[in-house]
């Protein structure tokens, strides 16, 4: 179980796209936390002017120029209505968050993977008990044909066993053809290339190291702490809250410092002979540093709207909530349920085994005896290969039903 789980959770296409939005998440947060950085942007220009230019002492002149540029300028917030830090806040939730659905869905694999894998043992066992029924079957067939040889028997009495061989016969090939069809179903939870040739091992103590009947209000208990869904949906909630802080910052004012640094060379068709590249670079040198403060007055209600909107996220995040743990708790309570009829069935099972038992027992002593026919002993074992197939179904079905409440914790 542990190798079909670990090779689901490798080839499951569903976890390598939930890997992919968790990586672009992750780059989201990262860049937010990069926001509190200054920038820095370096330029060069060359531009060629034809008729009247602007020359070095800032007069135009009937004389075509060329002028080359170079300048670096930076910036950096110094308040922004704490946009920059409620955003980090928000995307460090939504990375949480989905990290959350990538748990939801591993644990999903885990459980379709153990739901078929069980579904493969369950139909492994029907099938050993169909050609273990087949087997009684053809033994009785033989000492009938050694009586029959003997005289000891009329030829007539082996036609009801040999009814019963060719319906048994059947059975067995519907069980075989329902364990290929698990098998199968298998396969393709494990997304496998190669989906031929797929067994599993049975395990001899299916049910030695199974975790008692859990009750429901501790596994809901734990499952509120523990459970990714209601982790990505507090998450979620988180960033939405933060997302109005965000909207909000837009009735705040921002401020902002800038740095500038540029020279440029001037080169004057009329002029005789312009100044070196090295002078005009050094002389046409300047620096400016300055703040910058943007005070919002209208925006035609667009901050307001935002803030509206990021509110009804947040009350929506909140019922996302609740409809989480209302929907968790139902199918808690539906497993625990669940699970009591099915160790009930099973129970019942094993009760209803052992007697048909006795009553095949029997029906074959007063057979052997002359006080029975062939039609109740094929009747008392068809019975039996009734109760046994549905013992097996009951155990399977409670050892699910365990499985599901261990996993909702």
Request: hydrophobic share 35%; charged share 20%.
């Amino acid at each position: 179980l542990e190798q079909c789980i670990d090779t689901a959770l490798t080839n499951n296409r569903n976890m390598k796209l939930q890997r992919i939005n968790y990586e672009s998440r992750n780059i989201a947060y990262q860049q937010s936390k990069n926001a509190q950085l200054p920038n820095l942007n370096g330029s060069v220009g060359q531009n060629f002017n034809f008729g009247r230019s602007l020359a070095v002492d800032n007069t135009y002149q009937n004389s075509n120029s060329q002028t080359t540029n170079f300048s670096i300028s930076g910036g950096l917030n110094l308040f922004n209505g704490f946009r920059v830090k409620n955003t980090i806040d928000a995307r460090r939730a939504e990375l949480l968050a989905s990290g959350a659905d990538l748990q939801k869905i591993e644990k999903d694999i885990v459980m379709n993977v153990s739901t078929v894998f069980l579904q493969v043992l369950q139909n492994k066992e029907l099938q050993a008990n169909a050609e273990n029924q087949l087997a009684i079957t053809q033994e009785n067939i033989d000492r009938r044909i050694v009586l029959i040889n003997s005289g000891k028997l009329a030829e007539g009495e082996i036609y009801e066993l040999q009814a019963q061989l060719a319906k048994e016969e059947v059975a067995l090939v519907q069980a075989q053809n329902n364990l290929e069809l698990s098998l199968l179903d298998l396969a393709l939870i494990m997304d496998l290339e190669e989906i031929g040739g797929l067994d599993v091992v049975v395990p001899n103590n299916l049910l030695e190291n199974e975790l008692a009947l859990l009750n429901a209000e501790e596994v809901y208990g734990s499952a509120l702490r523990s459970r990714p869904e209601i982790q990505s949906a507090e998450y979620r909630l988180q960033s939405n809250e933060k997302n109005v802080e965000i909207a909000k910052s837009g009735y705040l004012p921002s401020l902002s410092l800038g740095a500038s640094w540029g020279t440029g060379f001037y080169n004057m068709s009329n002029m005789p002979q312009n100044s070196p590249f090295a002078d005009q670079f050094k002389n046409n040198m300047s620096t400016g540093v300055g703040l910058n403060l943007s005070i919002p007055i209208f925006n035609r209600f667009e901050t307001k709207s935002q803030v509206t909107s990021a509110k009804l996220n947040v009350e929506s995040s909140k019922l996302e909530i609740e409809n989480v743990k209302k929907e968790l708790r139902k199918n808690i309570q539906q497993a625990y349920y669940n699970a009591l009829a099915a160790r009930n069935r099973w129970e019942a099972s094993e009760k209803s085994v052992k007697a048909n038992e006795e009553s095949y027992r029997f029906a074959n002593q007063k057979f052997e005896v002359g006080r029975g026919n062939q039609y109740e002993v094929n009747l008392a074992k068809n019975n039996l290969t009734q109760s046994i197939s549905e013992q097996t179904q009951s155990k399977y079905e409670y050892v699910f039903r365990l499985k599901i409440l261990e996993l909702m914790r």
